[in-house]
Nanobody, 125 residues
């Protein structure tokens, strides 16, 4: 089970930190990622991190503003979001990749095996 938290209502320019903890059954983890889905839009890639080496990947729209990090001991991934914009408003989902997949798949929902329930982030102008 993946449990995402930390969403909320924030003014433009503000910051939020999302968390996603894996619990319950033992997950084999190769990578974890964050996606988001705005109303009427498809779910889109935000960021991902390799679980062992810590390599990170970002969507161009968030690079330089968002930072993904992890705590292996807590089996938790974080998304620190800064300089938030109204267009960042969406439901944010965390996802887990249990086995290695081609890097080209990391930006697609099909590249992940388990999903959290989502947490709403609303950025007001």
């Amino acid at each position: 089970q993946l449990q995402a938290s930390g969403g909320g209502l924030i003014q433009a320019g503000g910051s939020l930190r999302l968390s996603c903890a894996a619990s319950g059954r033992t997950f084999s983890t190769y990578a974890m990622g964050w996606f988001r889905q705005a109303p009427g839009k498809e779910r889109e890639f935000v960021a991902a991190i390799n679980w062992s080496a810590g390599y990170t990947y970002y969507a161009g729209s968030v690079k330089g503003r968002f930072t993904i990090s992890k705590d292996n001991a807590k089996k938790t991934v974080y998304l620190q979001m800064s300089s938030l914009k109204p267009e960042d408003t969406a439901v944010y989902y965390c996802a887990l990749q249990s086995a290695r997949k081609a890097l080209s798949m990391w930006r697609w929902t099909s590249g992940y095996d388990y999903w959290g329930q989502g947490t709403q982030v609303t950025v007001s102008s």
